[in-house]
């Protein structure tokens, strides 16, 4: 897949299994290989050492693929490629006669697809940080592990690359982008579907994100489903608490997993009681409003319910999280002493995220 800095390297391995432990759908890693060879980079010092790594991944199609196509002003290429990947990762569309009801059914599923990815990073954490067209797959999968960042305190603005001075692909705006990276997809196909559709089509995008991503952080929660409003409510105030509090992303999930008891549904003040510090006036507000919202939660639940909630609780919140410290951990007995067992005990417990360390 091309040559890059041996940390280059290192970092993708561990973005890849870290993801996919996770349950983001995620290409990984079959090799990575030194190269011996001095690599020369304007963004990291220089000369560094070098590898060539093969990743493998359902499709090594992207958007950009298509974009090429249509500025080089070649329908043929864009009807052949569009029929190849039909015909291959979308068996849905494959199956309709008609061509443009096909083609539409093509960019329909893509689109939840791609909801749905957005929402498995947005739940777990994950900044990309590089969401050019070129870096979406046409089989809505996550790829391409550049200056990515798990976050650590909840921060919607942070931005994992230092050369995104405008944010453009910060924490927040991923889902954001991923639309109109499927809006601008839209310039190659309506060569050979009506763009009007695929613009109806494409405004299902936000209900669809917010469905997968609601789903996702009810199980952080422990929670396998909650009527409405209630899910709403409580996912968006423990948003805004986490925006307020310093516990960090992660760590708030890990200590209701560690701290959750049955008995909170009668005693909304146990409910965090002993690690859970709002850091001013006005978070300690959120604090008592989260409170009471996660115990009128626990009331929809019956007694077997209330018993799911801690697994479920320790299913969905890993105890192993790819940090940046970490990285950068492994990575400095790798420069000095070419000592890569650090890297294979974090590739392990980031592989078995949801086992004690």
Request: with cysteine; glycine share 4%; proline share 5%.
């Amino acid at each position: 897949d091309g040559r890059l800095t041996l940390k280059g390297g290192v970092r993708e391995v561990l973005a890849a299994e870290a993801l996919h432990a996770r349950g983001v759908r995620t290409s990984r890693t079959l090799s990575m290989i030194e190269t011996g060879e001095q690599l020369f980079r304007g963004d990291e010092p220089s000369p560094t050492r070098s590898s060539v790594m093969v990743r493998f991944s359902r499709s090594h199609i992207r958007f950009g693929t298509f974009e090429r196509l249509d500025y080089l002003d070649r329908t043929d290429l864009i009807l052949r490629l569009l029929e190849h990947v039909t015909e291959y990762y979308y068996p849905a569309a494959k199956a309709i006669s008609d061509r443009g009801d096909r083609y539409l059914q093509f960019y329909r599923e893509l689109v939840e697809r791609t909801a749905e990815l957005a929402a498995q990073w947005m739940s777990v954490g994950f900044c990309h940080a590089v969401l050019n067209t070129d870096n979406m797959s046409i089989t809505g999968e996550s790829f391409d592990y550049g200056p990515y960042a798990f976050i650590d305190q909840y921060d919607p603005k942070f931005t994992a690359a230092y050369i995104d001075y405008a944010s453009r692909y910060c924490y927040r705006t991923q889902p954001a982008i991923c639309h109109l990276n499927l809006r601008m997809l839209q310039k190659p196909l309506q060569r050979l579907m009506p763009q009007d559709e695929m613009e109806s089509v494409l405004e299902r995008f936000e209900d669809q994100y917010w469905q997968f991503y609601a789903q996702r952080m009810l199980h952080k929660l422990g929670f396998d489903s909650l009527p409405e409003p209630l899910a709403s409510d409580l996912i968006n105030q423990t948003l805004d608490l986490l925006n307020s509090v310093t516990v960090g992303y992660h760590d708030f999930f890990r200590s209701l997993a560690a701290q959750f008891s049955p008995k909170w549904v009668n005693d909304d003040v146990k409910i965090f009681d002993t690690t859970m510090q709002a850091s001013d006036a006005g978070a300690q507000v959120l604090l008592e409003q989260w409170r009471q919202h996660y115990q009128q939660a626990l009331k929809t639940q019956s007694a077997d319910g209330l018993e799911q909630i801690s697994q479920r609780l320790r299913q969905a919140n890993p105890q192993t999280v790819l940090l940046r410290p970490e990285i950068e951990a492994i990575w400095e007995p790798i420069v000095v002493e070419n000592d890569w067992e650090p890297f294979h005990a974090l590739l392990q417990r980031i592989q078995n995220p949801f086992e004690a360390p």
